[in-house]
């Protein structure tokens, strides 16, 4: 998917919302557990109850790849089942030189059919370039998280002052371009994601945190909303797991369409 239909799909539902697919066995309702594959017919219900609501779902892989070839195969008929129209994100967090790094995209590009796939950036430029080298498959580099051992890194500052995740943000603008790279950026430190888009003006966030974390949607869009809309935000388990009964699906769509009416406000306040 390119950089222009994902606008289409943002202002034709008018909405920005990523729904989370971090299926755990253990929290899914117990009736799906004697089917011949739950975590695919939990999936299934999820995507058929909040796909009028949402423009991207994202599969956390580490959810799937405990599970072994099982869980796998599950991945991969969830990705099949999402409709085409929307965005679709492989949470894996790669991130290898060479060709492990080329393999990877293989992976979630060819075989999985991902529109994108999260890398961590730490290895450099060669860790991330093979992924940059398909058509209309994007990169979302890990920028600004907001878990608390972000500050062991993240936040380090050199001799000139300036933070490491800002040396990320502007060196990286020189691998991709805004029409194949995005940025992971958490939302708990909304004024953060500001700093954040002055470095990068015209990328899409994907923004994690919003919901059961704690992060402020209101807040992510003060700081981080630029002339494309630019945001991407995510919720998971506040959706996914609004109910542990069988009207699982019902309730995950009725938390996703709160969301996306919050969003139409947003979307028409700002004439997007």
Not at 97 to 107: E, K, M
Request: glycine share 8%; proline share 4%.
């Amino acid at each position: 998917m390119n950089k222009q239909e994902l606008i289409n799909q943002i202002k034709q539902k008018k909405s920005f919302l990523c729904v989370g697919l971090d299926t755990d066995l253990k929290k899914i309702p117990p009736h799906l557990l004697d089917t011949e594959d739950p975590i695919f017919e939990f999936n299934k219900a999820i995507i058929d109850a909040t796909k009028e609501y949402t423009v991207a779902y994202k599969p956390n892989t580490a959810f799937y790849e405990c599970h072994g070839p099982k869980g796998w195969e599950s991945l991969k008929k969830t990705l099949d089942y999402i409709p085409k129209d929307i965005f679709t994100i492989a949470d894996a967090k790669r991130g290898d030189i060479g060709n492990t790094s080329r393999y990877y995209a293989d992976t979630f590009f060819d075989y999985l059919g991902a529109d994108s796939v999260t890398v961590a950036p730490y290895m450099g430029e060669d860790s991330v370039a093979p992924f940059l080298e398909y058509e209309n498959k994007w990169v979302i580099l890990l920028a600004l998280t907001s878990n608390k051992g972000a500050l062991d890194f993240q936040m380090l500052k050199d001799e000139n002052n300036e933070e490491l995740f800002t040396k990320v943000l502007r060196k990286s603008q020189e691998w991709g371009t805004p029409e194949n790279l995005m940025f992971v950026v958490g939302a708990t430190r909304a004024e953060d994601i500001g700093r954040v888009r002055k470095i990068a003006p015209h990328n899409f966030f994907l923004v994690p945190g919003v919901g059961a974390q704690g992060g402020s949607l209101e807040d992510v869009v003060k700081y981080g909303w630029n002339n494309d809309c630019g945001l991407l935000v995510n919720s998971s388990r506040g959706i996914i797991y609004a109910s542990q009964g069988e009207d699982f699906a019902a309730k995950a769509g009725e938390a996703a369409r709160d969301l996306q009416r919050e969003m139409a406000v947003i979307i028409d306040e700002r004439g997007f």
